[in-house]
């Protein structure tokens, strides 16, 4: 599953001028099949919080106008290990305009008292300062292009908590619940052999 990420990453970025709407939309359905399949192991609580936000994503105003993902998890500064990944990027291609919006996730632990409230703070501010940073070096690689970011933890939005009252909450002993409600679409399907924007 790495080598077919690795592939698109590189794919995603090949490309010397903007690809055209229909080709951001056959690589965004092939990026969430790819997202979809992936096996929960490590980062769990994050990860399950971008299959979360990719399947809600019409009814969450934050990114609704971002509708095709570009790339996931792909490494701006691969020296710096997790903290030189974009969590997720996703895309809006209209005209000649192309507008793309850099996503970092944390799930924050939901206890109470005085040193877990410092700690979730603390945490908010530091994928907040990521976030700024990545922006600015993803817009290095598209000087052209209309680059946004934005931070999402599982405490950030009215809407995404409403969503996670109504399917779960983002407890540990929910997760596999919530992680039930991610069917791949048949419709969506496309074949590893399958060339994403051919």
């Known amino acids: 599953m790495s080598k077919i990420i690795e592939k698109f990453q590189q794919f995603s970025f090949s490309k010397e001028k903007f690809l055209k709407r229909s080709e951001y939309r056959k690589l965004d359905r092939r990026w969430r099949e790819i997202i979809y399949k992936i096996p929960i192991?490590?980062?769990?609580?994050?990860?399950?919080?971008?299959?979360?936000?990719?399947?809600?994503?019409?009814?969450?105003?934050?990114?609704?106008?971002?509708?095709?993902?570009?790339?996931?998890?792909?490494?701006?500064?691969?020296?710096?290990?997790?903290?030189?990944?974009?969590?997720?990027?996703?895309?809006?291609?209209?005209?000649?305009?192309?507008?793309?919006?850099?996503?970092?996730?944390?799930?924050?632990?939901?206890?109470?008292?005085?040193?877990?409230?410092?700690?979730?703070?603390?945490?908010?501010?530091?994928?907040?300062?990521?976030?700024?940073?990545?922006?600015?070096?993803?817009?290095?690689l598209f000087p052209k292009a209309i680059v946004n970011s934005i931070f999402i933890t599982n405490e950030s939005f009215s809407q995404v908590r409403n969503l996670h009252q109504e399917y779960g909450d983002f407890a540990e002993k929910e997760w596999q619940k919530i992680y039930n409600i991610y069917p791949v679409l048949k419709d969506q399907r496309i074949s590893n052999e399958e060339n994403p924007i051919k």
């Open 41 to 140: 192991v490590d980062n769990i609580n994050e990860f399950i919080l971008i299959k979360f936000l990719l399947h809600f994503q019409t009814q969450i105003k934050q990114i609704q106008k971002f509708p095709f993902v570009f790339a996931y998890e792909f490494p701006i500064d691969p020296e710096m290990s997790n903290k030189g990944k974009l969590d997720l990027i996703l895309v809006n291609q209209d005209k000649n305009r192309v507008e793309y919006l850099i996503v970092e996730v944390k799930y924050l632990q939901n206890r109470t008292g005085p040193t877990s409230r410092e700690s979730r703070r603390r945490k908010r501010r530091k994928v907040e300062q990521q976030s700024s940073i990545n922006r600015i070096k993803f817009q290095a």
